[in-house]
């Protein structure tokens, strides 16, 4: 069953090109990327630069981020040679709710004792009486809905529908899995952008599970069951897959930069110092390092350097991580059982490159884990680099957005995608106006 999800606006889209903008605690990442009949998708530019003003998913000084932003766009557009257009960027942060809410309506017939067709206009309608009617309910007059994923459709007591466009019925009943992120961030985040000189769509923000998903889950690990972790610089991304559609997102506010501080607090050295022996020395499993390998570290404040082993350094990660681990199943622990997720644990992102991480998670779910890096098979152009779990989010934005303008060509449906009024609303008008022109 197909999870494609629906955002953004067509009609933005330029010459079918994409701008992926992957804003982490980290590091913003630019992917510029064209469209083929074929499908495919050529990456024309990249780039990668060091992130600063963010944190958990929160805009904490716009202006570092504004720049940060600025240099990122203006490295893909030099190295692709064209400007950024049509960008679509991640969003994720605490601030980040949802809950499943019931769409309820009447189909319209002939003759009161004859079932109704129902029609794509239909299925639009039930889907937005959900997400609408949860947000009345749960008082989230300052959160915007940024994706409501249909779970399932009832036709006349007819449940588990997948598609109910042209069957019959009286009654269409759906549940909704709606989430929603609170307006501040997501302006403050789209002012960052501008601010650096750029447009973007106040319908062009993804979730960051959603995108993440796009690039590193396959259909069969979706409808088997599986626990997708995204594990970035300052937040865990968690997502449950169960059946083909998404059924939980969470959040937990720790991620690498947490381990990097760790270090640099424990080996008295640079933040910047502890960031390169994570990733050049660290191992998120300390019994099997070398106790007598020692390391050379950069002093702070004038200190001189200095020397430890990889052992405590192992020792540091290690304790971080399983705190990490801690907290994620903490908030999954109500929400599934180990046997209705036959695929397993999936683990990605940038910290997800520590040595045995993987060791690590296993051992603290008792479940199957695995590290998934982004298919680029659907890829052309500049894909050397891009085989990273660190680009994972913009990947999975470059799909999403591809086959969000697919969809929307085709005018197909299927459960799992995301409706959005504003986008359907100017679609119809844009055929309305041809048709009787």
């Given at each position: 069953?197909?999870?494609?999800?629906?955002?953004?606006?067509?009609?933005?889209?330029?010459?079918?090109?994409?701008?992926?903008?992957?804003?982490?605690?980290?590091?913003?990442?630019?992917?510029?990327?064209?469209?083929?009949?074929?499908?495919?998708?050529?990456?024309?530019?990249?780039?990668?630069?060091?992130?600063?003003?963010?944190?958990?998913?929160?805009?904490?000084?716009?202006?570092?981020?504004?720049?940060?932003?600025?240099?990122?766009?203006?490295?893909?557009?030099?190295?692709?040679?064209?400007?950024?257009?049509?960008?679509?960027?991640?969003?994720?942060?605490?601030?980040?709710?949802?809950?499943?809410?019931?769409?309820?309506?009447?189909?319209?017939?002939?003759?009161?004792?004859?079932?109704?067709?129902?029609?794509?206009?239909?299925?639009?309608?039930?889907?937005?009486?959900?997400?609408?009617?949860?947000?009345?309910?749960?008082?989230?007059?300052?959160?915007?809905?940024?994706?409501?994923?249909?779970?399932?459709?009832?036709?006349?007591?007819?449940?588990?529908?997948?598609?109910?466009?042209?069957?019959?019925?009286?009654?269409?009943?759906?549940?909704?899995?709606?989430?929603?992120?609170?307006?501040?961030?997501?302006?403050?985040?789209?002012?960052?952008?501008?601010?650096?000189?750029?447009?973007?769509?106040?319908?062009?923000?993804?979730?960051?599970?959603?995108?993440?998903?796009?690039?590193?889950?396959?259909?069969?690990?979706?409808?088997?069951?599986?626990?997708?972790?995204?594990?970035?610089?300052?937040?865990?991304?968690?997502?449950?897959?169960?059946?083909?559609?998404?059924?939980?997102?969470?959040?937990?506010?720790?991620?690498?930069?947490?381990?990097?501080?760790?270090?640099?607090?424990?080996?008295?050295?640079?933040?910047?110092?502890?960031?390169?022996?994570?990733?050049?020395?660290?191992?998120?499993?300390?019994?099997?390092?070398?106790?007598?390998?020692?390391?050379?570290?950069?002093?702070?404040?004038?200190?001189?350097?200095?020397?430890?082993?990889?052992?405590?350094?192992?020792?540091?990660?290690?304790?971080?991580?399983?705190?990490?681990?801690?907290?994620?199943?903490?908030?999954?622990?109500?929400?599934?059982?180990?046997?209705?997720?036959?695929?397993?644990?999936?683990?990605?992102?940038?910290?997800?490159?520590?040595?045995?991480?993987?060791?690590?998670?296993?051992?603290?779910?008792?479940?199957?884990?695995?590290?998934?890096?982004?298919?680029?098979?659907?890829?052309?152009?500049?894909?050397?680099?891009?085989d990273d779990p660190a680009w994972a989010t913009a990947v999975g934005l470059l799909y999403h957005v591809a086959a969000l303008d697919r969809e929307l060509k085709t005018s197909s449906f299927s459960?799992?995608?995301?409706?959005?009024?504003?986008?359907?609303?100017?679609?119809?008008?844009?055929?309305?106006?041809?048709?009787?022109?």
């Amino acid at each position: 069953m197909p999870t494609r999800l629906w955002s953004g606006k067509v009609s933005e889209m330029k010459n079918n090109m994409i701008t992926a903008l992957d804003i982490g605690s980290s590091f913003v990442r630019v992917l510029i990327a064209k469209t083929a009949k074929d499908n495919s998708l050529e990456v024309l530019g990249s780039s990668e630069v060091p992130s600063s003003g963010i944190e958990k998913g929160i805009v904490k000084d716009i202006e570092a981020v504004s720049e940060c932003v600025k240099k990122a766009l203006q490295e893909a557009e030099k190295a692709s040679g064209l400007k950024a257009v049509n960008i679509f960027t991640n969003i994720t942060g605490e601030h980040i709710r949802s809950n499943v809410g019931d769409g309820r309506i009447s189909i319209p017939s002939e003759s009161p004792n004859e079932p109704g067709e129902i029609s794509q206009d239909h299925v639009d309608q039930v889907i937005n009486d959900a997400k609408n009617g949860i947000k009345i309910l749960k008082g989230y007059e300052r959160a915007t809905i940024l994706h409501g994923i249909p779970q399932s459709f009832v036709i006349d007591g007819q449940d588990d529908i997948h598609n109910p466009v042209k069957m019959n019925g009286f009654h269409l009943i759906t549940k909704v899995y709606t989430i929603f992120g609170d307006i501040t961030p997501l302006r403050n985040l789209a002012k960052c952008i501008e601010l650096a000189g750029y447009d973007i769509d106040p319908d062009n923000f993804v979730l960051n599970h959603i995108a993440v998903s796009e690039a590193v889950l396959t259909e069969d690990e979706k409808r088997l069951g599986t626990v997708l972790i995204d594990i970035g610089g300052g937040t865990c991304d968690i997502s449950l897959f169960r059946k083909g559609v998404l059924e939980k997102v969470m959040v937990v506010p720790m991620a690498g930069s947490a381990i990097t501080e760790d270090l640099a607090i424990g080996l008295k050295t640079t933040i910047s110092s502890a960031e390169y022996i994570k990733k050049e020395y660290g191992n998120a499993y300390a019994a099997s390092v070398d106790p007598n390998v020692e390391i050379e570290v950069d002093g702070i404040s004038g200190r001189e350097s200095h020397s430890r082993t990889q052992y405590l350094v192992s020792h540091v990660i290690q304790h971080r991580v399983e705190e990490m681990l801690s907290l994620c199943y903490d908030k999954l622990k109500n929400c599934y059982t180990p046997e209705l997720v036959t695929a397993g644990i999936v683990l990605t992102g940038g910290t997800a490159r520590l040595q045995q991480i993987d060791r690590v998670v296993e051992s603290a779910f008792n479940m199957h884990t695995k590290i998934a890096r982004p298919n680029v098979s659907r890829l052309t152009g500049l894909v050397g680099s891009l085989d990273d779990p660190a680009w994972a989010t913009a990947v999975g934005l470059l799909y999403h957005v591809a086959a969000l303008d697919r969809e929307l060509k085709t005018s197909s449906f299927s459960l799992g995608k995301i409706k959005n009024n504003k986008i359907f609303d100017s679609i119809k008008k844009i055929i309305k106006d041809f048709t009787t022109a």
